[in-house]
């Protein structure tokens, strides 16, 4: 049986699940469970959908979710296909009465492929080394309150400066801010300045006394 929690409870850790789903290019897909419920022949039980659907200015909307007719559960799930390999993680469940997240499966998706993860920070180095404008894309949606406005002005930077793909001459003081601001939310995610590539950092074996 799976261990959920209310959705109050578990909605940040399910919006950094969808959040990597999404990064990842893994699929969303919603699926319902009302095997009393008759359909019409052709007609599936499930359906892919689009992260911008249920995701709105960092807020994850339930009401926003697909809908069966039937009196079943819906659940969201992710779907990671690795080569010929095909996993399951159900992130939610949904019906009349309640939504609740099913924690132990998003904390397993998580440790596979989130903020923490080995894949995270290897994309992410991968991503900074071919571009920096696609890193800040990619760390903004992982940001916390504390960083969001760090990456925020970095990614106007880019933009609006030639500190990346703006027009405006960036100033020493606005290149200064840019690199700095840049590998300090590098180094938050764990990724390393190696003479100015990206590299995963290394992560110090604890010392027994």
């Keep these: 049986m799976k ?13 950094t699940a969808i959040n990597v789903s ?6 969303l897909w919603i699926k319902n469970y009302d095997e009393g419920y008759e359909r019409e022949e052709g007609v599936p039980d499930y359906q892919s959908f689009n992260h911008d659907e249920i995701v709105g200015d960092g807020v994850f ?16 799930v992710v779907i990671v296909k ?5 996993t399951e993680y159900h992130l939610m469940y949904s019906d009349d009465e ?10 397993d998706y998580l440790s596979q492929y989130g903020p923490d993860s080995t894949a995270f920070k290897t994309k992410l180095a991968k991503l900074y080394n071919g571009s920096d404008w696609d890193a800040l894309q990619f760390m903004y949606s992982f940001c916390d309150e504390d960083w969001k406005p760090v990456c925020e002005r970095i990614l106007h930077l880019n933009n609006e400066t030639t500190c990346g ?23 938050h995610f764990g990724i390393s300045n190696d003479d100015g590539d990206a590299v995963v950092k290394e992560e110090t ?3 027994s006394e």
């Design 3 to 15: 261990n959920y929690v209310s959705l109050e409870e578990g909605n940040k850790k399910l919006l």
């Design 22 to 27: 999404s990064s990842f290019g893994h699929e």
């Design 61 to 76: 909307d339930a009401n926003a979710m697909p809908k069966y007719e039937g009196d079943g559960c819906n659940d969201i």
């Design 82 to 86: 690795e080569g010929a390999e095909t």
């Design 98 to 107: 309640e939504d609740r997240v099913y924690i132990d499966e998003i904390e």
């Design 165 to 187: 793909w703006g027009e405006k001459l960036a100033t020493s003081e606005e290149q200064d801010e840019y690199y700095k601001g840049k590998w300090q939310l590098l180094e």
């Design 205 to 207: 074996p604890e010392v």
